[in-house]
């Protein structure tokens, strides 16, 4: 049997500090590490210089250097970080298809590589044009360059078929998420908030992410609860969130962005209900998340949360009807608890870290066996 390598790019490496990708990344990483494969990761560092290498929890890290931290740099490492994986044989892994225009050097290296698609980034209102329109060309040529594509939900799975334009494997295997069964309450207590006595939102403070149709529904009248919602809000950069902030009744509170897993965690856990309004496609990492903590969840409706949070979860169309929904779900305990274990089965049945990583590596193992030929 050929040596079990592979390198994962497409991230700003490891330990995760950034987001879903990167907790991805460290957990599939080791995983694989203990089970016999050699893994490298790519990290990208602000500076010049030489890549340098290093160790992380046995997997094999490479640290790149880049001038700066903006869409240059990244376009930059990850052009750096290919040149530097094509040199030795084995799996490459992409976390997203950002800059799959580098792919072609896979190609020409004859390496298998896999392309985790994420999600409908091109789509997202936060772009302008030509950014959308660089992410749009590159969704396309990962289609085609990629060897075997993985998808997050079955909707972008879908979509890729439709994208693909020639026969070729691609594979649904969802994010996971940790399954918290208990949680401290200072963290809860810290913020002056009462266990199983307020709603939680976590989310980039984007209009795809419906954080004002919620807030406002939210404080359309009085709900005896208060509202959490997490992010980070800039109201002297940003209209947005200006807007935001303005709709909030006294009862929504804005910590600002937390980082500390242990202290959302327990956000989740103790929360009575969580809202969720993403709009673009993917298995958002926060959903699953939630559902990890057995959290009663309310998001918007479409096909791709229906999927992700379940028949068990309820759904909203617009402000209106969220804030109907939050008229009927506050106080009513005997439905948020059947909408709390809901959650849990949810979770259970798809989006277990066992579960999830066990996929991937059956999948790169049918990979290695694909180029180890008959």
Not at 156 to 177: A, C, F, K, V
Not at 265 to 282: D, E, I, P, Q
Request: aromatic content about 8%.
């Amino acid at each position: 049997m050929p040596p079990l390598e592979l390198r994962i790019l497409g991230i700003r490496g490891v330990p995760a500090r950034h987001g879903g990708f990167e907790t991805f990344a460290a957990r599939l990483a080791p995983f694989l590490a203990d089970r016999g494969w050699q893994v490298t990761v790519y990290c990208q560092e602000r500076g010049r210089g030489r890549p340098r290498e290093g160790h992380w929890q046995g997997v094999h890290t490479v640290h790149i250097p880049v001038p700066g931290d903006g869409p240059f740099a990244t376009v930059l490492f990850d052009a750096l970080a290919i040149l530097h994986a094509v040199r030795r044989p084995g799996l490459v892994l992409t976390l997203g298809y950002n800059t799959a225009c580098f792919g072609v050097l896979h190609r020409w290296r004859r390496l298998r590589h896999l392309i985790n698609m994420d999600g409908l980034e091109w789509q997202r209102g936060k772009w302008r044009r030509h950014e959308k329109l660089w992410l749009h060309l590159n969704e396309r040529l990962a289609c085609l360059l990629g060897d075997h594509l993985i998808a997050d939900h079955p909707e972008i799975e879908r979509h890729l078929r439709g994208r693909r334009g020639r026969p070729g494997p691609i594979t649904m295997i969802p994010y996971g998420s940790d399954l918290i069964s208990h949680a401290p309450v200072e963290p809860v207590a810290s913020l002056g908030l009462i266990p199983g006595d307020y709603a939680l939102c976590i989310a980039r403070p984007e209009p795809e992410n419906s954080i004002l149709e919620m807030v406002r529904a939210f404080s359309a009248r009085p709900r005896g609860i208060r509202l959490v919602v997490l992010g980070r809000y800039l109201p002297d950069r940003n209209a947005y969130h200006r807007r935001v902030l303005r709709a909030a009744s006294s009862e929504v509170l804005f910590p600002g962005a937390l980082y500390d897993e242990a202290r959302v965690s327990a956000l989740r856990f103790h929360a009575a209900l969580y809202l969720h309004g993403h709009t673009v496609g993917g298995t958002n990492p926060s959903l699953v998340e939630a559902l990890g903590a057995g959290t009663p969840v309310l998001a918007r409706d479409n096909p791709f949360n229906r999927w992700v949070a379940g028949p068990g979860a309820v759904y909203f169309g617009d402000e209106a009807d969220c804030a109907r929904q939050l008229d009927a779900l506050i106080g009513d305990r005997e439905t948020l608890a059947r909408m709390r274990q809901a959650s849990r089965d949810r979770h259970a049945a798809d989006f277990t870290w066992d579960r999830v990583l066990a996929d991937y590596e059956r999948l790169l193992l049918a990979q290695v066996h694909h180029d180890a030929g008959p």
